[in-house]
């Protein structure tokens, strides 16, 4: 099946600073990429969706000058939260879709990447 | 932020029993329905998926019953093990939409 993984798998960093997450699809070209984020004991919320070459859409809510997305290339895009907050720590996952395997539409997800900001 | 003293509805089930998990969806356009898998501190994993076309498919184990009259899904796993103890997650997808929303999740806890 296909993988998508995330990098790093956990972070923590002090308030204030920017934290960069990546997500790759390592053996298929990935159009669309998403990414949630999920509290403890809660559901994924879709943030954004973004598609190579151009920029995210986000969901109602969510800030794009905080959560900067970059899809720059078939195989990375990456999630930048600028300025993190505590109230930011969260886990990151993404997921993305492409054509591989037999339905092109389904959504491949990555190991989730947990931010913890102090 | 983080939400203090929530809790996942919780299923407890005994090795070897039968599970059933359910879901309500209210989104009445919603023509794609997806069951994950979600173990602690990993991202979702596929189980089955269903079509609005279909009212039950059947994989290795698992079962997805499709009710759209009362937009109701389930999933049922079969000859339940300890390896399936993890959060279940009901997702739904409208015709022209990549958008995936989830559900609010399940915690399956399996008793040897």
């Known amino acids: 099946g296909a993988v998508v993984s995330q990098h790093p798998s956990w972070v923590i960093c002090k308030s204030g600073t920017s934290v960069k997450i990546e997500c790759r699809s390592l053996d298929f070209q990935a159009t669309t990429m998403f990414w949630y984020r999920q509290f403890p004991k809660q559901s994924l919320m879709l943030m954004a969706t973004s598609n190579e070459g151009s920029k995210a859409t986000y969901e109602q809510g969510v800030e794009k000058d905080k959560f900067l997305i970059n899809h720059a290339s078939l195989t990375l895009s990456t999630l930048t939260v600028t300025s993190a907050h505590p109230e930011d720590s969260s886990f990151y996952i993404c997921?993305?879709?492409?054509?591989?395997?037999?339905?092109?539409?389904?959504?491949?997800f990555g190991p989730g990447t947990r931010l913890t900001v102090l | 932020g983080e939400s203090v003293g929530l809790h996942l509805p919780t299923l407890s089930v005994q090795e070897g029993d039968n599970s059933i998990i359910n879901c309500a969806y209210s989104n009445s356009a919603s023509d794609y329905f997806i069951w994950y898998k979600q173990e602690s501190g990993k991202g979702p994993q596929f189980i089955i998926d269903i079509r609005s076309n279909m009212d039950k498919r059947q994989g290795q184990r698992v079962t997805v019953l499709l009710n759209k009259t009362v937009k109701h899904l389930s999933l049922q796993i079969a000859a339940t093990q300890p390896g399936d103890s993890a959060v279940y997650f009901c997702a739904e997808r409208s015709y022209g939409n990549n958008r995936l929303a989830f559900g609010k999740g399940n915690q399956v806890v399996v008793i040897p």
């Open positions: 997921s993305a879709t492409g054509l591989a395997g037999d339905d092109e539409d389904e959504q491949f």
